[in-house]
């Protein structure tokens, strides 16, 4: 199956500083790539659709301009959270859709970010 | 209407049983349906997916029941073991303008018994 890596796998940071998170498809071409966040012991919740070559696609109640989405080829895309503060804390998972007509969706292996 | 709703929340398990999962769904534009596996501190692992126009569908223990007419699948673990202790989401595909979305389930923490 296709392999999705996150990195950082956790990140501590203190109160206003940025976070990158990168997502890497390692052996597939991604065009689109899905990013979440899960508070402990909920499910995810859809953040944006990061779209290779254009915008991300937020989805209602996320702050564009707190959560930067970079799709900069088609392997790669970069969540920043810009300025965190400690309710960002949270597991950010990315995603992303295999090359078969599926529908399969392939997840990284997460990234745990505290805001001190 | 894009809700996809899961139950039970948790459930204990003995070794060797059946674990069932339930999802309900409005939306008739969703177009697949799969498992999801997460372990404690990792990402979501596919186990198993079926599209909406077959009935069931058997991956070794694993199995999904699909009820197009109720709007309702359900995962199936047959003989179940303590390494399948884990939480399980459903989710459910759907496109919408050229781009497609999945929504989870609220998921279901199922812990078998040794």
């Known amino acids: 199956g296709a392999v999705v890596s996150q990195h950082p796998s956790w990140v501590i940071c203190k109160s206003g500083t940025s976070v990158k998170i990168e997502c890497r498809s390692l052996d597939f071409q991604a065009t689109t790539m899905f990013w979440y966040r899960q508070f402990p012991k909920q499910s995810l919740m859809l953040m944006a659709t990061s779209n290779e070559g254009s915008k991300a696609t937020y989805e209602q109640g996320v702050e564009k301009d707190k959560f930067l989405i970079n799709h900069a080829s088609l392997t790669l895309s970069t969540l920043t959270v810009t300025s965190a503060h400690p309710e960002d804390s949270s597991f950010y998972i990315c995603?992303?859709?295999?090359?078969?007509?599926?529908?399969?969706?392939?997840f990284g292996e997460g990234s745990r970010l505290t805001v001190l | 209407q894009q809700q996809v709703k899961q139950s039970p929340q948790s459930l204990i398990v003995q070794k060797g049983g059946i674990s069932i999962i339930n999802c309900a769904y409005e939306?008739?534009?969703?177009?697949?349906f799969p498992w999801y596996q997460q372990f404690p501190g990792k990402g979501p692992a596919l186990l198993i997916a079926?599209?909406?126009?077959?009935s069931e569908k058997k991956e070794g223990r694993f199995t999904i029941s699909f009820n197009k007419s109720a709007k309702q699948f359900s995962l199936h673990i047959m003989d179940s073991q303590p390494g399948d202790s884990a939480t399980y989401f459903c989710a459910a595909k759907i496109r919408n303008s050229g781009t497609y979305k999945y929504i989870f389930g609220t998921g279901t923490r199922l812990k078998v018994l040794a």
């Open positions: 995603s992303a859709p295999g090359q078969s007509n599926t529908g399969e969706l392939f």
């Open positions: 079926i599209r909406p126009d077959v």
């Open positions: 939306n008739t534009a969703f177009d697949y």
